[in-house]
């Protein structure tokens, strides 16, 4: 079936450094999702982008977290600076629709150490 | 309190058995629900959707949705041992992608 990349699928940073998590997403999907998952935890959407824009984003999604998709390229979450709190596992989505019908596939997630 | 919630947390059934996962919303607005499965060291996969009150069939497993009291429900007859994984319920309100996901029940199916 259809595949999203994730790279790397560990990282470990130190407090106040910046990291960049990367995602490939299914070829001709228009939609990608961002998803944070402490370990022991639920699965929280922080985030969705279509056409070079966030349409929706979450309270978890900070002021230090970015998206983007540069020329359709790889599909970023960069956090500027990072913070022990965003150590947890990240995941990536695309779908080719937004609505409710439509399949959301992920990626493998990586995981995010903070230290 | 969470939207999306499930149980059990942990669920153990014999190879060849019905394993029955349940979830509850407490948002009328969800009217979109989904069951993930996730393997570990894997990402979340799609098993089904269900949209109307009811029953869906997809060879072995099989989701009921009631609208009225938010419940929906997975069973998974003739349990394989491969059917060990973590299983999200998952939902969202008319016209979106966002999804709000459960806690998970672990299944596992022993040989």
């Known amino acids: 079936g259809p595949k999203v990349l994730q790279i790397p699928s560990h990282q470990i940073i130190d407090m106040g450094q910046m990291v960049t998590l990367n995602c490939d997403p299914v070829?001709?999907?228009?939609?990608f999702y961002w998803y944070k998952q402490i370990l022991g935890q639920q699965m929280e959407f922080l985030v969705n982008?279509?056409?070079?824009?966030?349409?929706?984003k979450s309270k978890l999604f900070k002021d230090q977290f970015s998206v983007e998709r540069p020329d359709g390229s790889y599909f970023t979450l960069k956090i500027q600076p990072t913070a022990l709190e965003d150590s947890a596992v990240y995941f990536c989505?695309?779908?080719?629709?937004?609505?409710?019908?439509?399949?959301?596939?992920f990626g493998s997630g990586t995981r995010l150490t903070v230290l | 309190q969470q939207k999306v919630q499930q149980s059990p947390e942990s669920l153990s059934v014999p190879e060849g058995g019905m394993a029955s996962l349940n979830c509850t919303s407490s948002?009328?607005?969800?009217?979109y629900f989904w069951w993930y499965r996730q393997h570990s060291g894997e990402g979340p996969k799609a098993l089904m959707s269900i949209f109307s009150d009811g029953d869906k069939k997809e060879g072995r497993f099989t989701a009921h949705l009631n609208k009225a009291s938010l419940h929906v429900s997975l069973h998974i007859r003739d349990s394989q041992p491969s059917d060990s994984a973590l299983y999200f319920c998952?939902?969202?309100?008319?016209?979106?992608?966002?999804?709000?996901f459960g806690d998970g029940t672990v299944l596992t199916v022993k040989p």
């Open positions: 982008f279509y056409n070079g824009k966030v349409m929706e």
């Open positions: 989505a695309s779908s080719l629709g937004t609505t409710s019908a439509e399949t959301l596939y």
């Open positions: 998952a939902a969202s309100p008319t016209n979106t992608g966002k999804l709000t």
């Open positions: 070829s001709n999907h228009l939609y």
């Open positions: 948002d009328r607005n969800f009217q």
